[in-house]
């Protein structure tokens, strides 16, 4: 049932909407592997990233009710929370000084905050830079730069140029969940469009910011909706080579609104292996350890993923909605994984280059 898809992918063909759904609807799940780990080498050789990372959410409070977040709250209720500058320093410091040697990449993303002006965010970021110059930021999803627009009246290519300015790096994946708009209405009525989404990345490409896509499946969407969410990437990525890396998201279900079940594993590998293929114009795939869970990354990574993503520390999101994976790994802890998957573990900086782990020093301004 494969065979027209395999030769087309042996000799270098894109694939097609059809062909796609194909790989999606295959029982054959090894000959998928196989193939998607083919393409894979082809881009990354038997290598396997990770990095050295720290993820902070500034806040939980959220204007928004996406009714897959279970992590979002509203002003005032229980357990919301929000942190102050020098909250966030105190955290980033105290976590350089906890890992030897000390973490290259802080991910920063958070709720839509009803009352934070865009200069918070501004200050948050130049603070950061000011004190952990090395340190890459990797900051806000398409929909918070959406929302800076929208609370400071001034245009997306003003906000993510003055984000760059005050220290801006690149920025994360999220925010994308599922560009069919029949989907998105069920999942996230209040957020911005696919299009939207769309629009904000092409913005950041071109202002010189390289980000990462993500897709949000296992929930309510069908393979079609799936294969259009990456065809739309494709399309994006051939204009701008923005993108720098894909990510899966497997859906969890608890503590929020549309609940259900888990992904199967079956299906995060074939979703690892169909996005390997189908974005031909994608350098990396991403086998987000604390969704995917450290064990069936490590399978991920025979089925055409390249990274791992890092250390993480103290991951919220996730865990909220039932992740059953750890809050954080070590950099050994990776490097294990990721030798027992019979790949070769490159630690990366947020631009996907290696990093000599000896010739790293502190890089903290005291
Ligand atoms: O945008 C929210 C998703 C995303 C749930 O760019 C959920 O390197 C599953 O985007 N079940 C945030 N997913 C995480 C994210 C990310 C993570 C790691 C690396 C990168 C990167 C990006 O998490 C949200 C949303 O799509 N999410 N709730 C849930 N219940």
């Known amino acids: 049932m494969l065979a027209k898809t395999k030769n087309k992918v042996l000799s270098g063909k894109r694939l097609s909407k059809e062909d796609a759904i194909k790989l999606f609807e295959t029982d054959d799940i090894f000959t998928l592997g196989k193939l998607a ?4 080498r082809k881009k990354n050789g038997n290598k396997a990233y990770f990095i050295k990372n720290i993820h902070i959410n500034p806040t939980n409070i959220c204007v928004n009710r996406c009714k897959f977040c279970a992590f979002s709250r509203s002003k005032g209720e229980e357990g919301a929370y929000e942190m102050t500058i020098d909250e966030i320093i105190h955290k980033l410091r105290a976590m350089s000084y906890e890992l030897q040697p000390p973490y290259s990449e802080v991910h920063i993303v958070g709720g839509l905050h009803p009352d934070w002006p865009f200069e918070y965010y501004l200050e948050m970021i130049s603070r ?35 984000l760059k300015r005050h220290g801006l790096d690149t920025m994360p994946g999220g925010g994308a969940e599922i560009f069919d708009i029949g989907v998105r209405n069920q999942l996230c009525p209040e957020k911005l469009s696919g299009e939207g989404w769309l629009a904000v990345m092409k913005a950041a490409h071109k202002a010189g910011i390289k980000t990462n896509a993500t897709m949000l499946y296992g929930h309510v969407e069908n393979y079609g909706q799936r294969v259009d969410h990456l065809l739309r990437l494709r399309e994006l990525q051939d204009k701008t080579k923005g993108f720098q890396a894909f990510i899966p998201l497997a859906y969890h279900p608890k503590n929020n609104e549309i609940g259900g079940t888990y992904s199967s594993g079956i299906d995060d590998l074939k979703t690892i292996a169909v996005s390997r293929l189908v974005l031909d ?8 350890w604390i969704m995917l869970g450290e064990k069936l990354s490590q399978v991920a990574l025979l089925f055409g993923a390249d990274d791992i993503d890092g250390t993480i520390i103290d991951e919220k999101v996730t865990h909220s909605a039932g992740a059953l994976s750890s809050k954080g790994l070590t950099a050994g802890e990776l490097i294990n994984m990721i030798k027992k998957a019979g790949k070769v573990p490159v630690e990366r900086d947020s631009f996907y280059r290696k990093l000599k782990v000896k010739s790293q020093k502190r890089d903290v301004n005291e």
């Open 281 to 288: 114009n994608f350098s990396h795939i991403k086998a987000y």
């Open 128 to 162: 950061i830079k000011k004190y952990f110059p090395k340190i890459c930021i990797k900051a806000f999803t398409a929909t918070e730069i959406d929302y800076f627009s929208r609370i400071s009246g001034k245009g997306i290519v003003e906000i993510l140029t003055e």
């Open 37 to 40: 780990s083919y393409a894979a």
